[in-house]
């Protein structure tokens, strides 16, 4: 059971990019599932495992985006990256236990979503304004 369904509400505008957040979604809706079946430890430590490898690769696309056409918040926005894989390594330090697999899969939620219409909706009309789509 998909907890996150894309229906575009979560859309910026960059093809590249929008693809990438619909498969980091696709990562916690993988993580639902295992837990509705009650593998809660492989829930988490793939789950996390996972975000942590497919978001670096995300972020530096953002990154490498945002560096090139100038963005003028970008540092603000590569520190908002590095605060979210510090606290994936803080969730992984720790002992799995089905709580903390759920405490982590909704912070995965709220996290991205929240940082995608905020963050990620502030540079989106910026780079369009550059001709990125």
Known sequence: ??????????????????????????????????????????????????????????????????DDHGYPDREA????????LEALDRLSGQHPSPELAHQALGFLLSWLSGHIQAEDGRYAPFLAEHGVN
């Not at 837990?35 to 829930?43: F, Q, T």
């Not at 926005?77 to 979210?84: D, I, V």
């Open 1 to 66: 059971m998909a907890i996150v369904c894309w229906d575009g509400s979560l859309r910026i505008g960059i093809d590249a990019i929008d693809a990438q957040h619909r498969y980091l979604f696709e990562i916690i809706n993988a993580m639902q599932s295992k837990l509705a079946l009650g593998h809660a430890r492989e829930a988490l430590l793939d789950g996390l495992d996972s975000m942590r490898t497919y978001a670096r690769f995300h972020f530096e696309t953002e990154e490498r985006l945002l």
């Open 77 to 84: 926005h590569r520190r908002a990256h590095r605060e979210f």
